[in-house]
């Protein structure tokens, strides 16, 4: 009420200044121009007069007045009329004249003085009166004068009826302003302050789902992320100190953000942590005229990210976004995340070229095919290894830039861009303590051997302290790789690579996700009925199955497809009951073999669908668009099962994602063996993707299995990725590293 009241009396007394201002300009003006009318006027009509009725040439000169009457000047619209003669006298031709004469006996002799007629504006016991004197010109005698008066008191009221005017307007203006205003303030920013007080008082009180519904207030947007920050902030930090508590109360050795923090602080010693990868964790992007700040969608992102958070380090990437170079520094750096500003990012120019070449060509047509046993040819092109030679010569620099001043820094590399970087940055910094994590497969010796380049590649590599891989499986497949192709001394006792004086270890780091005892413990979301996902698609059906794909010839689309026709053939009491989602993320659609593999996948669909074509129901809904983790998780929660049907993949963090999603501890995981997820997810069903017939039967299987079974191994699952998360994933690379003897 104060504030309202407050704001009235502030806007009733500005208007009334503003008002003010104008009324008192404006009766000026027209002050001004009623005199200057009044003044032309009254000249006029009293010459018209003179000359008519006053004064006439006799055979004698002298002045004749004796006919001029009371009605007379009346009809001119004078107020009065007196003469003033030689002798000095003044004499009033009208009784009303009278009470002016005394007030014009200066002026008429001002005027005769300056020999000129002229007009004043007097003021007589309040009474506004205008004078002109006529100087009167007589051949041998003295000057003689006619004075005319007019009334002016009609200015003084129009003056007064303008203040009057404009007091009006100006009150009726006020309380419009003010009462419209009230409105705006109360509707337009009141309620919706209090909606975001609400807001704030419910994630105060831990409600999450409240947390979620965020006020949809724009002109409110840079406060709301500040208090979102905070809010989130304080979240956490409720999160992690009852997370710790109950780890404390259970005697649970959980890895967790804060514990990886305080690991952080300790293995590092003040270092800095550099992390070198082709994607960037945030990318800039034009939405409109806005820019936005998107997550590219990463398995190694996500993986990477608690490590920088904890430590505040340095992240080194290549930037993709279209408006990357706008909201960099003059050092091409950022502070992400956005509002949290725990770490930097430095990104990487590259031109087109070097993308096309080092990026799409020898990365993406040579290595990733080379690495995964998926029957697609690589293609090795000279050109596009002097482009991978060229821009993994640019990471160098650009770390060995941020290192100069920093002692024993902490290198970690990611994946097989950056093959050659450990020993180029070795070679300058020998103090530096580097790691090369290796994301996807690492093939036998005789398939690695097809690379022209693959000593280079493993030179590079072992310049390095630590390389890291997914499974042991893949450790051993590049110690006999360096085994048949470079001279060098392989230990296998303690799985490490001797060249000269320098020794490089090879170790396995299953990867994992954020999932920890809160998560485990406490579901975030409810589940949805699977029907009414279908329901958004026009679809109707009793089970359903999800996969989570890149378009990617490695991830075995097309054999899933083929066991889902043939589980509808085997098991046709299924039909019109049994939809399987497939979430598939156009990748790398530049390349020919993705774009190939993008329309079989389409025309398979499309084949399949049209066999059972029925109303109201399909057996896959293919959805082909990047989702984000957000739209995905309610896929995985109604889902009956999740398909994972790699023909090789270092990990697949899909299946520990489905697994996290699974809060009611039912649902099933069929996983590819040639996954590397497969070696620690024993509670899955491990099928062989290429052999259709034992998938068609998983999925039945998993359609039918018992929901004690399937809360059992679920929760097998569920305590092995708690306990082998993220956190324990980077916790076990830094300790390695941090072992190291340069």
Same mark, same amino acid.
């Given at each position: ?413 990611? #994946? &097989?861009?950056?093959? /050659?970087?450990? +020993?180029?940055?070795?070679?300058? !910094?020998?103090?530096? =303590?580097? $790691? ?115 378009? #990617? &010839?490695?991830?075995? /689309?097309?054999? +899933?497809?083929?066991?889902?026709? !043939?589980?509808?053939? =085997?098991? $046709? ?116 993707? &290429? ?15 018992? =929901? ?35």
């Amino acid at each position: 009420m104060k504030i309202n009241l407050a704001l009235i009396i502030s806007i009733i007394a500005a208007v009334g200044l503003v008002a003010f201002g104008f009324t008192a300009f404006q009766i000026a003006s027209e002050r001004q121009q009623l005199n200057n009318e009044l003044e032309s006027k009254t000249i006029q009509v009293a010459e018209a007069f003179y000359k008519a009725h006053f004064f006439r040439k006799p055979k004698t000169d002298s002045l004749h007045f004796r006919h001029i009457t009371d009605s007379l000047i009346t009809q001119y619209r004078f107020s009065g009329l007196a003469v003033y003669y030689n002798n000095d006298s003044l004499v009033p031709l009208t009784s009303s004249s009278e009470p002016f004469l005394k007030y014009s006996t200066d002026y008429i002799a001002q005027a005769i003085s300056a020999d000129s007629s002229m007009g004043n504006l007097l003021s007589i016991h309040g009474k506004k009166v205008y004078e002109y004197i006529r100087l009167i010109k007589q051949h041998d005698l003295p000057e003689s004068a006619v004075i005319f008066y007019a009334d002016a008191d009609y200015i003084t009221n129009i003056v007064k009826s303008i203040w009057l005017r404009n007091f009006i307007r100006w009150f009726l203006q006020a309380l419009v302003i003010s009462v419209v205003t009230l409105l705006v303030v109360k509707w337009g920013i009141l309620s919706p302050l209090n909606r975001v007080v609400e807001w704030i008082k419910a994630v105060r009180f831990g409600n999450a789902d409240q947390f979620k519904k965020r006020p949809m207030l724009n002109f409110l947007e840079p406060l709301y992320k500040e208090i979102s920050g905070i809010a989130q902030a304080m979240q956490e930090a409720k999160a992690i100190a009852q997370e710790e508590a109950q780890l404390r109360t259970s005697g649970e050795a959980v890895w967790t953000h804060e514990r990886l923090n305080e690991e952080m602080k300790q293995l590092l010693e003040d270092k800095i942590m550099v992390v070198v990868s082709n994607r960037e964790p945030y990318m800039h992007v034009h939405a409109g005229k806005e820019i936005k700040c998107i997550v590219p969608a990463s398995g190694m992102v996500t993986a990477m990210e608690p490590i920088l958070k904890a430590c505040g380090g340095l992240w080194i990437a290549s930037g993709s976004g279209d408006a990357d170079r706008e909201t960099v520094d003059e050092h091409d750096k950022v502070q992400v995340p956005p509002y949290e500003n725990k770490y930097t990012l430095r990104r990487i120019w590259l031109s087109k070229e070097q993308e096309n070449h080092y990026y799409y060509g020898f990365s993406n047509e040579g290595l990733w095919p080379l690495c995964h046993i998926a029957h697609t040819r690589p293609i090795f092109r000279k050109e596009d290894w002097d482009y991978y030679q060229e821009v993994n010569e640019i990471y160098a620099k650009a770390v060995l830039e941020e290192i100069k001043n920093q002692e024993e820094p902490f290198i970690l590399v990611q #994946d &097989y861009h950056f093959a /050659l970087l450990p +020993k180029l940055i070795k070679d300058k !910094r020998p103090d530096a =303590k580097v $790691a090369i994590f290796w994301h996807i497969p690492w093939p036998n010796p005789e398939s690695f051997g097809i690379c022209p380049w693959q000593k280079e590649l493993l030179r590079g590599m072992l310049g390095g302290d630590l390389i890291g891989f997914h499974t042991q499986y893949h450790c051993n497949n590049f110690l006999e790789t360096v085994n048949n192709s470079l001279e060098s001394r392989v230990i296998w006792e303690n799985f490490s690579v001797k060249i000269g004086n320098h020794f490089t270890l090879v170790k396995p780091f299953p990867i994992s996700i954020s999932f920890t005892l809160k998560d485990y413990e406490n579901g975030t979301g409810q589940q949805e009925e699977p029907t009414e996902l279908l329901k958004q698609h026009g679809l109707h059906a009793q089970y359903v199955g999800i996969g989570v794909d890149r378009i #990617d &010839y490695t991830k075995g /689309l097309i054999e +899933k497809f083929l066991a889902i026709e !043939r589980f509808l053939e =085997k098991y $046709a009491e299924y039909r019109g009951k049994f939809t399987f989602i497939q979430i598939g993320a156009p990748s790398r659609s530049l390349l020919k073999s993705y774009a190939d593999i993008t329309s079989a996948v389409e025309n398979e669909v499309n084949r399949i669908n049209w066999k059972f074509k029925a109303k109201n129901w399909q057996p896959i809904l293919f959805l082909k668009r990047h989702h984000s983790h957000e739209e995905i998780i309610p896929y995985y929660r109604s889902a009956d099962f999740c398909m994972v049907t790699s023909l090789h993949d270092g990990m697949n963090l899909v299946a520990k994602e489905f697994i996290a999603a699974r809060q009611e501890n039912d649902g099933v995981l069929i996983l590819s063996r040639f996954a590397g997820a497969s070696q620690e997810l024993h509670g899955a069903l491990i099928i062989n993707p &290429y052999d259709v017939e034992q998938t068609a039967d998983a999925i039945k299987e998993a359609l039918e299995m018992p =929901k004690p079974l399937q809360g059992q191994k679920m929760k097998q699952m569920r305590r092995m990725i708690m306990g082998h998360n993220v956190y324990s994933w980077a916790s076990n690379i830094l300790r390695a590293m941090a072992s190291i003897q340069n």
